[in-house]
C-alpha cells in the first residue's frame, strides 16, 4: 500500500495545453510539498501546505498552482505548459516527531512525475 | 545560491570498504540535516538524520557526521554493499515551516 502517490507517473504533452498531476498520502501526515527536479538534478521546493493551508510558496510561476481539497491531498495544476516545465516533479510529506533532543522529521516522497513538455 | 552543496557528483567504491559522501552549507540557520537515498525512477527515501546539537548519529551501517565549525557534514557506510548503489542527497532545514533545502546528489557506485 503505497504511502505517497502520485499520479500519472509519465506526463509528456504540448506547449500551451493545461496539465494536473495528483498526490495523495495516506500517513496521517499534516503537511505536503511539491519539489521539482530540474536537468542540473536539484530538488528545489515549490509549495508547502499544512493542513490545507499554503505555508510556503518559492518563487515559482502563478502558471503553477497548488491544491489541497483535504489534508491528505495536495495536485498541482499547470497552466499554458513552457518547454522549460519539462522536469520530474516530486510530492512529498512529513510529520512532526517529537524526541528527546528536538522534533525531529523526515518527508516521504512520492516515486516522481516525469513531464516532458514539447 | 546554492546553500548545500556536493561537490562530488560521482564516487565509486569497493564493496566491503567504506564509502564517504560529504556535504558543504552556507546558511549559519540550518539546525536538521538529514540524508536521502534515491535509486532511478523512485523517490528519494530518508535513511539518517542529525539535529545540529550532535555531532555523531549512527544507524547500523551509517554515521552521519556533523562538523558545524566547518559547515560540512559526511556520511559513512561501513561496509558497503552493491544494493547501497544510488545518488544520495544531502538536505538541511532551519526554522519552523520544515523546508527542505538539497545538494544536487552524489551518484555512489558499489562495485561487487
Known amino acids: 500500500d503505497t504511502a505517497v502517490s502520485q499520479t500519472p507517473k509519465y506526463l509528456v504533452t504540448q506547449m500551451g495545453n493545461d496539465k494536473s498531476i495528483k498526490c495523495e498520502q495516506n500517513?496521517?501526515?499534516?503537511?505536503m510539498y511539491w519539489y521539482k527536479q530540474d536537468s542540473k538534478k536539484f530538488l528545489k521546493i515549490m509549495f508547502s501546505y499544512n493542513n490545507k493551508e499554503l505555508i510556503i510558496n518559492e518563487t515559482v510561476p502563478n502558471r503553477f498552482s497548488p491544491k489541497s481539497p483535504d489534508k491528505a491531498h495536495l495536485n498541482l495544476h499547470i497552466n499554458s505548459l513552457e518547454l522549460g516545465d519539462s522536469a520530474v516533479y516530486f510530492c512529498?510529506?512529513?510529520?512532526?516527531?517529537?524526541?528527546?533532543?528536538?522534533?525531529?522529521?523526515?518527508?516521504?516522497f512520492g516515486s516522481g512525475t516525469r513531464l516532458t513538455v514539447v | 545560491d546554492q546553500q548545500v552543496k556536493q561537490n562530488s557528483p560521482s564516487l565509486s567504491v569497493q564493496e566491503g570498504r567504506i564509502s564517504i559522501l560529504n556535504c558543504d552549507y552556507t546558511n549559519s540557520m540550518f539546525d536538521y540535516f538529514l540524508w536521502y537515498k534515491k535509486y532511478p525512477a523512485e523517490g528519494p527515501t530518508f535513511l539518517i538524520s542529525?539535529?545540529?546539537?550532535?555531532d555523531k548519529n549512527e544507524d547500523g551501517r551509517f554515521t552521519v557526521f556533523l562538523n558545524k565549525s566547518a559547515k560540512h557534514l559526511s556520511l559513512h557506510i561501513v561496509p558497503s554493499q552493491p544494493g547501497d548503489s544510488a545518488v544520495y542527497f544531502c538536505a538541511a532545514s532551519g526554522g519552523s515551516n520544515y523546508k527542505l533545502t538539497f545538494g544536487k546528489g552524489t551518484l555512489l557506485t558499489v562495485n561487487p
Open positions: 500517513l496521517g501526515h499534516d503537511t
Open positions: 542529525i539535529s545540529s546539537i550532535k
Open positions: 512529498a510529506s512529513s510529520q512532526e516527531i517529537m524526541s528527546a533532543a528536538r522534533v525531529n522529521y523526515g518527508y516521504t
